[in-house]
C-alpha cells in the first residue's frame, strides 16, 4: 500500500513500567489489520517482546518498531510507525533513542496506578526534545481504576493544558468523544460527567494560540471554524506544548483503540508540521542550525537511531529519513565518509521480522544491513553538500553502574571483546572500557540489573560465559590551592648527557574545567620545541595520578622559566622535568581525592521509608526530598557516593521484599573524607617512584 509524507504518523510509546505499553502497541497493530490477533505477553507471542530474556522476564528491555496502515473514520488512510519501548529506567538507552525518531510521543498511564516517576520522567524528556506530548490513560475497565482521579492527577502533575479529548463510559467498555463540535458524539455524558464542559475547555484553548482563529471564533462562534482551521491551530497548540490531550483506552479489552488511531489521522502532526528536528552543520561554535525538509526529491538526510546485530542480515541500522528518498540502490554516504556504500536491501520492521521495500520517503522509518561503517547517530546522505550535518545529541544518562568482567575460558577473549564491542553498539548507554592500569574490562551501566541483562545476552546470544566482579571506583584527583614546583633534569653519561630544568605553577580550576596547559616562558629560557615535551611529562602525571594513582582534572598549569644546554638538552629530559616538577607542585598544593557523587531515586512502599532512610544514611547519603505516590508507594531522591553503593541492589530488595526498585544518574565529583583519602594513599605504589 502506497502513503505518502503526510499520512504518515511516526509515534513512540513510553512510559512507566507495567502501564500497558506493549499490549496497547499489540492492540493498534490488530485494529490496523497488521496482525490478526494481539499476542500476549503471558504467552510471549508480542510482536515487539521477541528477545528470549524479554520473553522470560516479562517485559520490554529494548525498543521494537513496527508499522500498519488503517483507514480513519475520515477515510483517510494513515501509516502509523509505532515504537514501542521500555519503561524500565534502567533501559532508558533505547527508549530514549526512540525521541530522535517520531513526532509524538504517547505516554501511557495505568488507571489503577496512575502518574508515576516514570510518567514525569518521559514527559520531561519528550518536552526537552520539543516533541508533542499525549497521555493515553489505559486500563479503564479494570477493576480498581480510577480516571477521573487520574485525570486529575494529570492536571495537578502536568498542568492545565492536559485536557481530554474522549472520556470513559457505561464504566470503561467505552470512550465517548469530547472534541467532535456539538451534536455529534461529543453531546452526551461520560463516566466523568458531562462532556460540553471538557469540549469547551478544548476548543478555549486550542483558539488561543491563533490569533486570526480566535478573531474568527469571536466573530462567527465555534460553528464557523473550518476544520483546517481547527486542525491548523490545535497542530500548534500540540507543537508549542499549549495543548497536551489526554485519551482513555483499554488495549485489553480494545475499548478506544480504533479512537486512537483516528485521532492520531485527524490530530497528531505528519512530519512535515512537528517541531523541525534539531539539525546542525559544522561542530563547536561555527555550527549552523539548518533545516531538514520533508522533500521527496531533495537530498538524502536520515539518521540511524538504533543498531541490531542480527544473526541471519549482520548489522542492521535503522534509520529515520528526514529528507529526500532512499531506495533500492541508492549510494549513501556514512557521516562525512569519503566512500558510499550502495542500499543493496532496504527493510520495514515488524518487531523481528524484515520485510523488504522499494523506498523510504521523507518520514519514514527503515533499516538497512551489513553496512560496518554504520553506528548510533550516523548521518545518511547521497551527497557532500550535506558533510558535517548532525542531529543535536540526545541527553543520555552517564552509565556509573561497573562490572569488571573476563571470559570464565581461556582462549574465548577475542569472541567476548566482539560480542561487547556489539552490545555496546545496540545501546548507548552500555559502555566497555579497558582500564590500562588494572588490566580489567570494565562494563558500564545504568543499574546492576542493567549489566546483568547483558551478560546474560553474552551467554545467550553469544555463547560466552564471563565472571564479573566489582571494578575500582572512578576516583579522581586535583588540588585545592596554588604553588610552584621546579625541578632540574640530569644526566651525565660517557657521551652526550641529558639536562633540562623547568619551573612551573599550578593552579585549581572549577570543577569539570578539566585541564589547562599555559606557556608563559619569556627570553626562550625553554626553547620552543622543547615545551611539547615538558607539556608530554606533565599529562604523564595527569593520566598516572600522583597521590593515590587516579587521574588528576580540574587543574592550570603554567610553566614560566627553565633552563637549556645547547647541547645536553633533549625531548627527554624536558619530559623527565616537566613531570618532576609537576609532581613537586602537587605536593605543595593541598591534593585531594575527588569521589563521584550520584542522584539516587528509590522507589518503594511507603511501609519501608524508615529502612530506606536509616540505610542511605549510613552510607554519607543527602537526602534531598521524598514524594508520595498513589498506591502507597514513595520515591527517595539522595545524592550518594558511588563507592558507598556496592550491594545495595540486594540490600534494596531485602529491606523491601523485592518491591523497591532504584536508578542513578551521575552528579558530580567532590572531594572524599580525609580518612578515605589516607586509605587510599596507603594502598597507592607510585610508578613515578619506580622512574
Known sequence: MSYSTESIRNVALAGHPGAGKTTLFEALLQAGGAVQTAGSIERGTTVSDFDPIEKQRGHSLDAAIASTDHVAATGQLVHVNLIDTPGYPDFRGPTLSALAAVETVVVVVDADSGVEYGTRRMMEHAKARRLCRVLVVNKIDHDGADPAGVLEAIRESFGPECLPLNLPADGGKAVVDCFATPGGNGAGNSDLGPVADWHQKIIDQVVEVNETVMEHYLDLGEGGLSGDELHDAFEQCLREGHLVPVLFCSARSGVGIKELLDVAERLFPHPGEANPPPFVKGV?????????????????????????????????????????????????????????????????????????????????????????????????????????????????????????????????????????????????????????????????????????INIDRLKDKYGVEVTARPPRIAYRETVSGKAEGHHRHKK?????????????????????????????????????????????????VLHDGALAGYPIQDVRVIVYDGKYHTVDSKEVAFVAAGKKAFLDAITKARPQVLEPIVDLEVNAPEQHMGDISGGLASKRARINGTDSLRGGEIVVRAQVPLSELEGYAAELKSVTAGRGRYSLDFSHYEPVPGSVQQKLMEAYKPKHEED
Do not use: W
Open 492 to 540: 651525565q653519561t660517557g657521551g652526550a648527557g641529558q639536562f633540562g630544568e623547568v619551573f612551573l605553577r599550578v593552579e585549581p580550576l572549577p570543577r569539570g574545567g578539566g585541564f589547562e596547559f599555559v606557556d608563559e616562558v619569556k627570553g626562550g629560557t625553554i626553547p620552543g620545541q622543547f615545551l611539547p615535551a615538558v607539556e608530554k611529562g606533565v599529562r604523564q
Open 284 to 452: 563547536g561554535e561555527g555550527a549552523q542550525a539548518i533545516v531538514a525538509a520533508p522533500d521527496p526529491d531533495a537530498h538524502v538526510i536520515a539518521d540511524v537511531f538504533k543498531i541490531v546485530n542480527d544473526p541471519f542480515v549482520g548489522k542492521l541500522g535503522v534509520f529515520r529519513v528526514y529528507q529526500g528518498t532512499v531506495r533500492k540502490d541508492t549510494q549513501l554516504f556514512v557521516d562525512d565518509g569519503k566512500k558510499p556504500f550502495k542500499v543493496g536491501h532496504l527493510f520495514k520492521l515488524k518487531g523481528k521480522e524484515h520485510v523488504e521495500v522499494d523506498q523510504a520517503i521523507p518520514g519514514d522509518i527503515a533499516g538497512v544491513a551489513k553496512v560496518d561503517d554504520l553506528h548510533f547517530d550516523a548521518v545518511l546522505h547521497d551527497s557532500h553538500d550535506e558533510d558535517q550535518i548532525h542531529l543535536a545529541p540526545l541527553n543520555f544518562p552517564r552509565p556509573m553502574f561497573g562490572l569488571a568482567v573476563e571470559a570464565a575460558s581461556k582462549g574465548q577473549e577475542q569472541k567476548l571483546a566482539t560480542a561487547l564491542h556489539k552490545l555496546s553498539e545496540e545501546d548507548p548507554c552500555f559502555q566497555v572500557e579497558h582500564e590500562a592500569e588494572t588490566n580489567e574490562t570494565v562494563i558500564r551501566g545504568l543499574s546492576d540489573l542493567h549489566l546483568r
